[in-house]
């Protein structure tokens, strides 16, 4: 059946792309953990995941359990050895599911522990034989165990239990904001954390730290050293950047800004590119108002162009009056109130705009280019929403 024209695009060979690059920025010191959540930032985990793994990735990482079956289904264990690991918290009740997917939990709570200990008991495992990571709160105060809660935590590893802490883990905060000064503040905590995990005669494998602003601004090699004063090896966690969006710092660089970064903003290429069509064209005479509440007037006899894309599809309703999308490779405003299932462009200075005309929401037509930062910027956001409010029609 034709659809109502409003649909992404997802290139997979960029993403693979992009995540060998980043790779090759990481290697060999630092794994890379591929993230995944929120249905792969709005670009389809069921495009996304095996693309990952074709080019090269060995851990994916979603929100819940519900995403991380998902995955899992994406990269059977049987045929492909891919880790997936489960980073937004895992509620009780769920660890069966944890288990019989063969997941890999961020746990910091003792009664998540206690979950997961009790089904893989349950399942017959053995010692140590399901991996887990330990989330730090090393000042987000969002989740993770504090240094004074660590105690209670540490003891869920005692010999015998099924349970294997395999990683440590904690979240920067604040890894955009080029200073610096909380990525150390909140690594200086981590160190602390550290101590008390080996003083209880615990010795995981991972430190789990970082997004795509980490590895990109140039902190990996702190978190690189760190890990390695205690006899463990780095992971760290992009997003934004495999999709080809480099994360902004604040404030900018000025002069010195770091070389993966700069690498990144040629190298890194757009994976998503949303686009709409024309459905109908109207002439309207001067004083015509447009859209809800006539928020727009026509100045002058106008020509609008329908396009059907809303804020249903999560073109956001901030937009209307303030921002152009493209077609016939010009920038065409939108006019009026964005409604929840159309919006109207002015075409007036465009020549030839007709129904069936593609229109570009978001990425490149001919020689202009709307990014994620462009939609952010004038909705008031951060492009990790833009992406992830695409609605699942589209
Ligand atoms: C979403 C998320 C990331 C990825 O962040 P980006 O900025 O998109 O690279 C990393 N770690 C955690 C814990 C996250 O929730």
Known sequence: MQMRPCWVEIRTSFLENNYRFLKSLAAPDIELVAILKADAYGH???LCAP???????????????EEGVAARALCPSADIAARVMVIGGVVPGQGAAVVEHGLTAVVWEPAQLDDLEMAARAAGMRAGSLPVHLEIDTGMSRQGASLEGLAPVLTRF???????????????????ESDGQINHAQLAQLQQ??????????????LNVGSS?????GEGGAIVALAARHGMKAMLRPGLALYGVAPRFDPPFATEEPAALKAARSQLRPVLTWKTAVISVRTVPAGAVVGYNGTFVATEPM????????????LSRLLGNRFSLLVRSERAP?????????????????????AGDEVVILGTQGTETITAYDHADTSGTIPWEVFTRIGARV
């Open 193 to 206: 954390a550290l101590a008390l995990v080996e003083a209880a005669g615990l010795y995981p494998d991972w």
């Open 44 to 46: 389809s985990l069921a």
């Open 213 to 217: 602003a980490s590895l990109l601004g």
């Open 158 to 176: 005692e010999p015998g239990s099924p349970l294997k802490l395999e990683g440590v883990m904690t979240h920067l905060f604040a890894a955009d």
């Open 51 to 65: 693309a990952v793994l074709r080019a090269g990735a060995r851990w994916i990482a979603v929100t819940s359990v």
């Open 334 to 354: 939108l006019v009026g109130r964005v409604s929840m299932d159309h919006a109207v462009l002015d075409v007036t200075g465009i020549a030839g705009v007709e």
């Open 303 to 314: 020509r609008l162009a329908l396009v059907t894309a809303g804020y249903a599809d999560g």
